[in-house]
């Protein structure tokens, strides 16, 4: 395949239609090294995507985007859509800073509309389009992509249940990398997809039946009959089929890496009408034996990695999760009530540690937080302690079910949320910013934020044996941070470091420990004396931690996650309810939505590096100085 007609070629989706079948073959070639090649060098969502090309190269035939829409659930598949779509040279710098998100993103594109990268989502935003659409008489189609594993989720089915009722031209293409049965192929499947696609046929069902109906005694049974025949048909040839009572017209399941036949079927989907559930199956990882072969998940989401062997090239060190998951597992092993609940998300949150030597001990409810902590409620009320295991970001879609299914019937359960504050190349969607200030109004709930490998497993064991009401243990991504050892603690609080006068009290937040140390040193430099504290547990906030304020002339929090609702906000508050006057300055994350970019990168953004921290605080110490120095009269 000559570079002209090759990938390179390819600038948008009208130089993908006028491709031949074979040059199509070479060119699915030809895009999966390109993401091998690229994903190796920056890191990214692999595995989803390869197993999309030949499915995404067949919408962009038979659709015409951005005037028909593509939606993407959870849009990390969506790779192949933007190199289709004319952004390869971004490529080089994918979920870097300047580069390509790793998702949809309107700002880059007019052939993204969404920039969901949550999952579950993607049908309810196509319902609400393809009916505006209709509501404006344009001409429109609305192409939905989701997994099957989103369709654990229920707001998929809460789509499903309305979208029936419509007669919008909205086709939902399923793309099932997890069934294990072959997809069903050949000239009969073929011939009954178009079948069950042609409106003729439909109306012919309904005469039949209305003339059956009509005949006594004979028509009903007889119609059922048929009908009976007609369904048992389908399902030989479509066994399992998921959409059978949906009232929504379902074709599949198709070989979703062949172009031609996944072409056909959507050819028909489009010319139908109204809705249409096209169901693709499809090898995750697939064309790239690496990632075929890998067991765990077929090199999902990798870091850099050897485009040879596909084995990843950063230096192994030891990760928040990991320390999680090892403690988790020694507390199972002393506790047989202790349980884990995930939502599809066994390994990246360390569950399936605990899984692999318990078993029957773990519950993983695929992508459903809100069943997830009411699932976990009910199991506490049997007499458990159930551990959940999400992502920070995504305990907000079970806020409801925290507060009132959990809190407020004061059950034990332990949310262990991984990727808290700024997370970085995933973007604003994925940053686990909001969960301090969102889940601190929940009453009797306690929430943790360990600074360390220490302290997590300390923190975490203190969790668990709460009795009384819910807690929340928080930690960041990446590499456990150096433990930093506490000079002295004073009811739950950690003191890190004490000077002689106690000009500025300083609260360093969770895995922020080492920044308030580090800025401690560079204000005491200028003068001034400085107390670090760790709080350990930030919500409520403790008495102690209120008394220490009261002995400072300023109190300084610090913390990774958003400012409003957040821990300076409550301690501000538990100070004023105390009667202590002391000036607060809260050091935190701007409630905005903040560009992909490192972890490091958008925290210096933010003025949350230690120089930054000391700067501010030693300007703030000495503007006090300026307002308690005698007033100098001249005569």
Avoid at 47 to 76: Q, W
Avoid at 358 to 384: F, K, M, W
């Amino acid at each position: 395949m000559s570079a002209e007609v090759g990938l390179a070629s390819v600038r948008g989706p009208q130089d993908v239609k006028r491709m031949s079948p074979e040059e199509l073959a070479l060119l699915a070639t030809e895009i999966r090294d390109f993401l091998v090649a690229k994903v190796s060098r920056t890191g990214g969502h692999l595995g989803p995507n390869l197993g999309v090309v030949e499915l995404t190269l067949a919408m962009h035939r038979v659709f015409d985007s951005p005037s028909d829409r593509f939606l993407f659930d959870t849009g990390h598949q969506a790779y192949v859509h933007k190199m289709v779509t004319g952004r390869q040279e971004g490529f080089d710098h994918l979920r870097q800073r300047g580069g390509l998100s790793g998702y949809p993103n309107r700002a880059e594109s007019e052939h993204d509309i969404i920039e969901n990268s949550h999952a579950s989502t993607a049908l309810s935003y196509a319902d609400g389009l393809a009916k505006a659409y209709a509501l404006r008489g344009e001409a429109r189609h609305v192409v939905a992509v989701v997994g099957d594993g989103a369709l654990t989720g229920g707001m998929c089915w809460e789509a499903l249940n309305n979208i029936a009722t419509t007669r919008n031209p909205l086709v939902i293409i399923v793309n099932d990398n997890g069934r294990s049965y072959a997809p069903t192929i050949g000239g009969l499947a073929d011939h009954l997809s178009t079948l069950r696609l042609n409106p003729g046929y439909e109306k012919v069902l309904d005469l039949v039946k209305d003339a059956l109906g009509a005949t006594p005694l004979v028509g009903k049974p007889m119609y059922e009959v048929l009908h009976a025949v007609k369904t048992g048909i389908k399902d030989a040839v479509a066994p399992q089929a998921m959409f059978e009572d949906l009232g929504i017209k379902y074709v599949g399941p198709i070989d979703g890496h062949d172009i031609a036949a996944v072409e056909s079927a959507l050819r028909r989907a489009k010319g139908f009408g109204g809705p249409v559930i096209v169901h693709a199956v499809t090898r995750k990882g697939y064309g790239y034996r690496p990632a075929e072969e890998d067991e765990a998940d077929c090199l999902h989401s990798p870091s850099t990695f050897d485009v040879e062997t596909g084995k990843l090239l950063a230096a192994p060190s030891v990760k928040w999760t990991q320390v999680f998951a090892d403690e988790l597992v020694a507390i199972a092993d002393e506790r047989p009530d202790v349980v884990g609940i995930t939502a599809a998300m066994g390994e990246p949150t360390g569950i399936a540690t605990l899984a692999r030597k318990y078993p029957s001990r773990v519950y993983d409810v695929g992508i459903a937080e809100q069943h997830a902590a009411t699932s976990a409620a009910g199991l506490a009320i049997g007499g458990l302690h159930p551990v959940v295991a999400v992502y920070a970001t995504f305990l907000n879609r079970a806020f409801d079910q925290v507060l009132l299914d959990v809190a407020m019937h004061k059950l034990p359960v332990t949310f262990v949320l991984d990727r808290a504050g700024i997370t970085g190349p995933d973007g604003p969607s994925h940053y686990g910013i909001w969960d301090m200030s969102v889940f601190g109004v929940v009453p009797g709930l306690r929430i943790a934020a360990p600074r360390d490998a220490a302290t997590l497993r300390e923190e975490l064991r203190e969790a668990v044996a709460v009795d009384d009401g819910p807690t929340v243990l928080r930690f960041p991504t990446g590499s456990v941070a150096t433990d930093l050892p506490a000079v002295r603690r004073v009811g739950p609080v950690d003191v890190l470091v004490e000077s002689g006068s106690r000009d500025v009290l300083l609260v360093a937040v969770g895995a922020f420990g080492q920044l308030g140390v580090d800025a401690a040193a560079r204000v005491a430099e200028h003068g001034y004396g400085v107390t670090v504290v760790d709080p350990r547990w930030v919500r409520p906030v403790p008495g102690e931690l209120v008394d220490l304020a009261r002995d400072h002339r300023l109190v300084v929090t610090v913390e990774d996650g958003v400012r409003a609702g957040g821990v300076g906000d409550a301690l501000a508050k538990a100070l004023r309810d105390a009667d202590v006057d002391v000036p607060l300055r809260d050091i935190g994350v701007p409630s905005e939505w903040h560009p992909h970019g490192s972890r490091a990168q958008i925290l210096a953004d933010l003025g949350l590096t230690a120089q930054d921290v000391a700067r501010d605080v030693t300007g703030w110490l000495s503007r006090l100085d300026e307002t308690v120095a005698p007033t100098h009269v001249s005569i």
